[in-house]
């Protein structure tokens, strides 16, 4: 059984959720939930809120035991691209990439 929680359009670049997510991978929930909270990346508040969701789910929908859950999955996408302009001397324009991301984040019981 696996209980799973979706963060969808994360104002937030790929490349920098995925130096957070990188940390929490293959953990054990009480230890992922330690370290998103004494991370300093802004973006741990919201993978760590995000976290939170996908246990109260495998609590609450799935009946697991959450003493025993771990991470299994946790997997950032690209999100769509804002395309934003920005002024440049000379009547010049220049492009301003917003972008965001998807963030799944898959929780299972260990055997153990």
Known sequence: MEAKAIL????STPQKTRLVVDLIRGKMVDDALTTLTFCNKAVSRDVLKLLKSAVANAENN?????DRLYVKTAVVGHGPT???????????GATVLKRSCHVTIVLDESAI
């Open 8 to 11: 969808r359009y994360l104002k």
């Open 82 to 92: 804002l395309k934003r302009m920005h002024s440049k001397a000379m009547g010049r």
């Open 62 to 66: 799935k009946k697991l035991d959450v």
